[in-house]
């Protein structure tokens, strides 16, 4: 007796395949079930031929005689198709038993002649031939169905390894721009000297990196602080309570925080940071965070200084230039056409100046106009205001001036500060100061009438000798 073995269930691979490899493997796949195991073959043999039996007791009288093995064909067929060899087998035997001694003619019955011989043979040899049929097919359609199975498991093993492969290279390009993006960013704040900064709304206080924590002071490592308590009284006192205003309002508004701010170092000095912060808030909507980059700009703050300097005081003597000069003059003409006090304005030009400059040279020149402009500082009131238009020509503004008294005591003073001799690399310098000199309002306040008039009282003056003053006429 041939046997079988237990095949396991069809996964959703092998119902892949059954969909795809035609009908004549689909019709054979059941055997390939969990059925075909040994303790399924009796009770399912027992149950075919029983049928078979009730079915050929029911059609024995209509049909010929000489047919005894009409039905137990289909049933032994089809219990090895459903259930294995095994079942066949059983339902094989019971089958030809039953033919024999019930449906065989009568005559041969309990007789082995040549005839029940025969017809045993055949029916033995058929069926014989049907079971091991069915056997091998489905046999072979298992070990395809198995070797499918395991073609595809492998294939789907390979597009696994494969999309794992390729998430796992994503994944470290990712990790390399990453770090790449990091590296740079590193160097970006380093070369920025740029700090970060976490800001809990809570909790009032602040998390600061190794480089912000440099820029205020507090050493080189992070450094956790209260920011009314520890940060506050590092701030300039002009800026302190602008800077936190600006905080909370950026923190009121969810928006950008954005404000200038000095910062009182330990040492003793002051440096510009700029501060940028974004709010960040919770899954309430409240914010919880302000996170945000802090830039040392003392140098750009000291340039832009020094440009607003430049542009606004005469570079060789500091004094202010032509524009200030216009500002201030224009301003001064205003207050005094709404009634403000009067002032006067005086014209100055040095005599013998040319001289030093074709004798000594220009930089001697330049040396000489850098000290007339310290004695003119040291003359003049703090409100009052003093310039040089170009080459050795001199303005001043006398704010105040009720009188004129006042307008010639000042001009006295000028005159006696210039006149003072001077030593320049080693040689004495003798130079004096003409001086012509316009009142506002009485000489007019229009800012070209009154310029004019001043600068005609400055010609009488040079013409009369120099080291004088006048006044216009």
């Known amino acids: 007796m041939e046997t079988t073995e237990a095949v396991n269930a069809p996964t959703v691979s092998e119902s892949t395949f059954v969909s795809r490899s035609g009908t004549a493997l689909a019709l054979l796949l059941p055997a390939a079930g969990p059925h075909r195991h040994p303790r399924f073959s009796i009770p399912v043999g027992i149950a075919a031929f029983l049928a078979a039996l009730l079915v050929r007791s029911i059609i ?7 047919f005894p093995f009409i039905t137990f064909f289909p049933a032994v067929i089809l219990s ?7 079942a066949g087998i059983v339902c094989a035997t019971l089958s030809g038993l039953a033919a024999w001694y019930c449906f065989m003619p009568g005559q041969y019955a309990f007789a082995l002649n040549g005839s029940v011989i025969t017809a045993m043979a ?6 014989g031939i049907d079971i091991l049929l069915i056997h091998f097919m489905q046999s072979a359609v298992a070990d395809l169905i198995k ?17 794992e492969l390729r998430r796992e290279t994503e994944r470290r390009l990712l990790h390399e721009r990453m770090a790449d993006q990091s590296l740079l960013l590193d160097l970006a704040l380093k070369a920025a000297d740029a700090g970060t900064w976490h800001y809990s ?15 205020h002071g507090f ?16 701030i300039h006192a002009d800026d302190a309570d602008r800077t936190l205003t600006d905080l909370d309002l950026a923190i009121e508004a969810r928006g950008t925080f954005v404000s200038d701010f000095r910062i009182l170092r330990p040492t003793g000095d002051t440096r510009w940071l700029s501060c940028i912060g974004r709010v960040v808030v919770g899954e309430g909507g409240d914010p919880e965070w302000v996170v945000g980059l802090t830039l040392d700009v003392t140098a750009r703050k000291l340039a832009e200084r020094r440009s607003e300097h430049l542009a606004r005081h005469d570079p060789l003597t500091g004094l202010a230039n032509r524009m200030q000069f216009q500002e201030r003059f224009l301003q001064e003409l205003a207050l005094v056409r709404r009634g403000g006090p009067p002032f006067a304005l005086l014209c100055l030009d040095l005599d013998r100046f040319k001289a030093v400059n074709d004798t000594l040279g220009h930089a001697a020149g330049d040396t000489l106009l850098t000290m007339v402009a310290d004695r003119l500082r040291s003359v003049v009131r703090i409100e009052d205001t ?35 001799p001077m030593v320049i690399e080693g040689h004495p310098v003798d130079v004096g100061v003409s001086i012509g000199i316009a009142l506002v309002p009485l000489d007019g306040e229009d800012p070209d009438t009154v310029y004019r008039m001043a600068d005609r009282a400055l010609y009488r003056a040079k013409t009369d000798g120099g080291g004088t003053h006048r006044r216009a006429t």
Request: glycine share 8%; proline share 4%.
């Open 201 to 215: 709304v809570t909790s009032g206080r602040a998390l600061l990196s190794a480089e912000m924590a440099r820029q």
């Open 386 to 420: 003093v310039a040089r238009l170009g080459g050795d020509e001199f303005v001043i503004i006398q704010t105040g001036a009720a009188c004129t008294d006042d307008i010639d005591t000042l001009a006295g003073r000028i005159a006696q500060a210039i006149e003072v």
């Open 80 to 86: 090895a198709y459903l259930c294995g060899a095994y």
């Open 219 to 234: 050493g080189d490592d992070e450094i956790e602080i209260d920011v009314r308590r520890d940060w506050r009284p590092l």
């Open 122 to 127: 055949l029916y033995t040899f058929v069926v």
């Open 60 to 66: 024995h009288p209509h049909l010929p005689p000489g």
């Open 147 to 163: 070797a499918e199975v395991a073609g595809r498991s492998l294939l789907d093993q390979r597009r696994r390894l494969v999309s």
